[in-house]
């Protein structure tokens, strides 16, 4: 097992900021040159430099899937007085030879010049780096999410603490880059870690697993379970029966009984250590990771010398974790034991009740120094004079450079932070409030499910299993003659379906309302008469509808596609993409009332779309009367084109005039006068705006 982390310095060296003007590796500011090539903030340097001649920084940086490698060597420079936290600052003479470097990541890696880039290194021989082991592949983390510079740090510590048998270590280090064409560059501050990998578990003829939801586009898995994990194979990435049959039986023993008592957990437990499954849960669950068990950075590994039990871990991939690092109590920071989902350990939350005890103890500990427990660990990570305070004056030099060099956006959407101790407070904050509440909710653990009912007139039609925290899928009522479907609501409340989150056991009952007082329909109206889908995303969704009048009853809608051949659509509106070509997707209600438009899908393996380039409104000025409805239309320009990346929508600058929906585009007149509706097209992700106008004239 590695050597625990040690005491950080107390303070960090400090000095002055690293100066550069912009070059092509894509810094923000303008400086005068000084010497980049020696440490500047009292942590490690790393100097990259590349080989040119054939492959250039920028070719590395524009790859969308890392395949472009540069060359060249790598030299890492130890200021004077810095000591490594894993107590060795033992490194290679001179400059070390790079067999490459190129990107890495999912969601951190931005392809173009104006981001900061993560990296993924690998050296011709193998380097023990800062005691950390010896290996070729290293990774330069950007932690380009992170206003603290310090949480995937957290992360590897809280591993380390929790004993498992590896955890991938890193330490805080500023990068610069030097091209033999395009000349020096700062990167800023980074960590340099390890690599999940078997070499480094330490563990012979192990074999490693990822294990996954797939949310993203990774590949095919060698298999999928019957519950939906995709299971890839990592070092080696070959087909394996004996993976595949151990996953899967495990899988029926979890998944199977409704009840897990003490004979079956004890032989889950001889297939699958519960400890590191407890523990490697409450790291994911605690930090509230985005992308647990919902990318292949989800490991576990079955060990041979331990009749191939399977083992959770290594930890890896934090950099969405911690994402709500508000001050106060708020509701995301406070968000239950239900963020991250993983069927085997909800399962196991709420069928087995020693699993629950498991956890309780995981959480508070053995009291042991070797076993802190993950409620004592983060006191100690946060408490004033703790590993966060060491942590932030070690890196403070750096992070402000860094600051000068970078944006760093906030992942609530707020504006970025100019302070380095408001950054790190906030994440404290985080933790304190997370930590506080779990400790005043540690009997919910078993909280995973709640049974959510729904009946007509006294009759239960039907029951679900509803996560806690989740929504309900609903269902479509029974008809009942001389009636029509109004809605589900809750029974006790009155609230409407598709409004209530479950926390408790609900039943909904059906609302019906007489045909004869029914409001019926008299238009309905779609957002786009036309739109585009890429073949190769599967599904598409935008039907965004208008029904007219507002409180018109349409309980049945049909949606009908004119070539299945291209694509199916379901009554929800959701279109299963099939092949190239142009379908036409109705939208009809029950009354026969139906509204259309083409669905132009195109391979996006041979077509390349494009944005829009402007708005225009086809209806031109409207004329409306109180109460009359119409829509705006628009066109998307230039006229003939294939388009992606887009969405409308509508804003009124007069008030009370007119009632406008953003989505379709509807206008109601309410009162005499004239009003302005201006057309918003954004286009690649929000960054290009176009707008267009119409004039809305109300009379009596």
């Known amino acids: 097992m590695k050597k625990k982390f040690t005491a950080l310095l107390a303070t960090a060296a400090l000095s002055i900021p690293l100066l550069l003007s912009l070059n092509a590796c894509g810094t923000k500011d303008n400086h005068a040159e000084t010497d980049l090539t020696q440490p500047q903030h009292g942590i490690p340097l790393v100097i990259i430099r590349i080989d040119e001649s054939d492959t250039s920084i920028a070719d590395m940086n524009n790859s969308e899937d890392h395949s472009v490698r540069c060359t060249g060597t790598v030299e890492i420079k130890v200021p004077e007085g810095y000591v490594s936290e894993y107590g060795d600052n033992a490194l290679p003479e001179g400059e070390i030879t790079l067999n490459y470097i190129r990107g890495r990541g999912n969601y951190t890696w931005n392809p173009g010049p104006d981001a900061k880039k993560p990296y993924k290194i690998k050296f011709e021989e193998k380097q023990n780096l800062f005691g950390m082991g010896a290996d070729k592949e290293w990774a330069l983390l950007a932690n380009t999410e992170d206003a603290s510079l310090m949480k995937n740090r957290i992360v590897s510590l809280a591993g380390e603490q929790l004993g498992f048998r590896y955890t991938p270590q890193m330490i805080p280090v500023d990068v610069v880059m030097i091209g033999s064409e395009s000349g020096m560059a700062e990167l800023g501050s980074y960590c340099l870690s390890e690599l999940v990998s078997l070499k480094r578990l330490g563990v012979t003829d192990a074999k490693m697993i990822a294990m996954y939801y797939e949310i993203q586009n990774l590949g095919e898995p060698f298999f999928t379970t019957g519950s939906g994990l995709e299971i890839k194979y990592d070092d080696p990435e070959e087909e394996n029966e004996q993976v595949r049959d151990y996953v899967n039986a495990l899988e029926t023993m979890i998944g199977e009984p409704d009840h897990i008592d003490e004979e079956t957990h004890t032989e889950i437990a001889a297939k699958m250590d519960m400890k590191t499954a407890a523990d490697y849960w409450w790291v994911q669950e605690f930090f509230c990771n985005g992308d647990a068990f919902a990318t292949d950075s989800t490991y576990m590994y079955l060990d041979p010398d331990d ?320 109460g009359q409805t119409e829509q705006i239309g628009f066109s998307l320009l230039p006229a003939s084109g294939i388009f992606h990346d887009y969405y409308i929508d509508y804003e009124s600058e007069t008030d009370g005039i007119i009632k406008i929906d953003t989505n379709t585009g509807t206008v109601t007149g309410l009162k005499p006068g004239t009003a302005d509706v201006i057309l918003h097209l954004f286009t690649d992700s929000g960054k290009n705006e176009y707008t267009d106008r119409c004039t809305i004239t109300v009379t009596e």
Not at 328 to 333: A, F, H, L, R, Y
Not at 523 to 540: F, I, K, N, Q, T
């Open 307 to 626: 009749s191939w039990k399977l083992y959770w871990g290594p930890l890896w991939d934090f950099d969405l974790s911690m994402t709500d690092v508000s001050d106060g109590e708020e509701e995301n920071t406070l968000a239950g034991f239900n963020n991250t989902a993983m069927l085997w350990i909800d399962q196991l939350r709420y069928k087995d009740p020693l699993f629950c005890e498991l956890l309780k103890e995981r959480w508070n500990g053995s009291g042991d120094a070797d076993d802190p427990g993950m409620n004592r660990l983060l006191t100690d990570i946060t408490k004033e004079g703790g590993w966060m305070d060491r942590a932030k004056e070690q890196l403070r030099s750096s992070w402000e450079r860094n600051h000068e060099l970078w944006t760093v956006p906030d992942p609530e959407g707020n504006e970025e932070e100019t302070d380095y101790d408001t950054a790190v407070e906030k994440v404290r904050t985080w933790i304190e409030n997370r930590r506080r509440w779990i400790n005043d909710h540690l009997d919910e653990l078993g909280n995973v499910y709640h049974t959510v009912s729904y009946t007509a007139d006294g009759n239960t039609v039907r029951t679900e299993l509803v996560r806690d925290g989740g929504w309900p899928d609903g269902m479509d009522a029974p008809e009942k003659e001389g009636f029509l479907f109004v809605r589900w609501q809750t029974k006790d409340t009155g609230e409407e379906l598709g409004t209530v989150k479950i926390t408790k056991d609900t039943e909904f009952e059906a609302v019906y309302i007489s045909e004869d007082e029914a409001v019926k329909p008299e238009a309905v109206y779609l957002a786009y008469s036309e739109d585009w889908a890429a073949l190769g995303d599967g599904e598409y969704w935008r039907n965004y509808e208008t029904v007219i009048p507002e409180d018109a009853i349409s309980p049945k809608k049909t949606w009908t596609s004119s070539d299945e051949s291209v694509a199916t659509v379901n009554d929800y509106g959701t279109v299963t993409l099939l092949s190239e070509g142009d379908t036409v997707l109705t939208l009809t209600l029950y009354n026969g009332l139906s509204a259309s438009f083409t669905l132009h899908v195109y391979d996006d393996n041979s077509i390349s779309p494009q944005l829009p380039e402007g708005v225009a409104v086809k209806s031109g000025n409207l004329t409306l009367k109180i």
